[in-house]
């Protein structure tokens, strides 16, 4: 059965501390990784990943997959309280595309 | 340019009754989603439409049935409601079938009495 496990479920820092966001996976036709960050609502999407080795990275975040250990990390730099949400990671699987979610990690930065 | 609108944004609902849940987006894509989220499940595909006029299953469909009205419009029908379909809906579009960034509307709020 395809699944995608994130770890830790829920993490709490200080601001200015960097934390690393974990995500694996096991599906039969993987296709992308994407992270998003939902805060009260929408998620909002931060990555799409598709190859191995090559980091993206958007401001104090930064992702980089790992097509042969099956997994994926999310880094955030010199946390803020506004990094506070939680952070979803979606495996793309199948020819139609299919999204597998994680259940999230709830990341909340203390000042 | 509104991105994806979704209404209503509340819904009360007894077990048995039906009812409809609408999503648009103008920003011409191609694809659109709905998926639901519950504390601690993640967000999870209900349905999608890769296309107009073309829909099919994702994670979890059983209980709702979705129509692709246009490119612009795919609603979610709920036809007999039961606590267990209590959740926060999400609809969502891209360009393209998962390949292109997904945009999320607001979220509807349903509760199943």
């Known amino acids: 059965e395809d699944k995608v496990v994130q770890s830790p479920l829920s993490l709490v820092v200080h601001e200015g501390d960097t934390v690393t966001l974990n995500c694996s996976y096991e599906?039969?036709?993987?296709?992308?990784l994407l992270w998003y960050k939902q805060e009260k609502k929408a998620p909002t999407f931060l990555f799409m990943l598709t190859s191995s080795g090559i980091e993206k990275k958007s401001g104090r975040l930064s992702s980089i997959l790992d097509k042969k250990e099956l997994f994926s990390i999310l880094n955030i730099t010199a946390t803020q309280t506004g990094d506070s949400a939680i952070y979803l990671c979606?495996?793309?699987?199948?020819?139609?595309?299919?999204?597998?979610f994680g259940k999230g990690t709830k990341l909340s930065v203390k000042p | 340019n509104a991105g994806v609108t979704q209404t209503p944004k509340f819904q009360v609902l007894k077990t048995g009754q039906s009812m409809t849940l609408q999503c648009a987006q103008d920003m011409n894509h191609n694809s659109m989603y709905w998926y639901r989220q519950d504390p601690g499940m993640g967000l999870r595909l209900i349905y999608y439409?890769?296309?107009?006029?073309?829909?099919d299953k994702g994670e979890v469909p059983n209980g709702y049935n979705v129509s692709r009205l246009n490119k612009r419009e795919f609603s979610l029908r709920l036809e007999s409601a039961a606590p267990s379909q209590t959740s926060v809906y999400f609809c969502?579009?891209?360009?393209?079938?998962?390949?292109?960034?997904?945009?999320f509307g607001p979220g509807t709020r349903l509760t199943v009495l």
């Open positions: 979606a495996v793309e699987e199948g020819s139609q595309g299919n999204l597998i």
């Open positions: 439409s890769a296309s107009e006029g073309t829909t």
């Open positions: 969502a579009s891209s360009e393209a079938i998962l390949r292109d960034t997904q945009y």
């Open positions: 599906v039969t036709n993987f296709r992308s």
